[in-house]
């Protein structure tokens, strides 16, 4: 998982959306977190690449659904692209909670 987390202007939006490759770089390289140059790859590796990047933006009265949980959000892109199966959702819950127990559980605007 990577967080990119700064002030208002300085460009978190615009690299995530470069990263994902919604929008194109006006200059240098994409590497992607296994060193490949996502310019040269091919479309089913572009495709797997993608499907393992979620952008939350930054609004979270927009972006995150306060009625559900937050390993429910994250874990909706993996379960709707076959990367995972429904069950598996209870695990991944269960991997990340031993890092911070009741986050995942929360919703996303509670205190």
Not at 12 to 25: D, E, Q, W
Not at 55 to 81: C, K, T, W
């Amino acid at each position: 998982m990577v967080e990119l987390v700064g002030e208002s202007g300085y460009g978190k939006s615009t690299l995530g959306r470069i990263v994902s490759g919604l929008i194109a770089p006006t200059e240098g390289d994409v590497l992607m977190m296994d060193g490949q140059d996502r310019a040269a790859m091919s479309p089913a590796a572009l495709r797997t690449a993608r499907l393992a990047i979620q952008m939350i933006f930054q609004d979270p009265y927009s972006s995150l659904n306060p009625r559900r949980r937050i390993r429910d959000i994250v874990g909706e892109a993996p379960l709707i692209h076959g990367m995972v199966e429904r069950s598996d959702l209870d695990v991944r819950g269960r991997a990340i909670k031993t890092r911070r127990p009741r986050s995942v559980a929360r919703r996303p605007l509670s205190a």
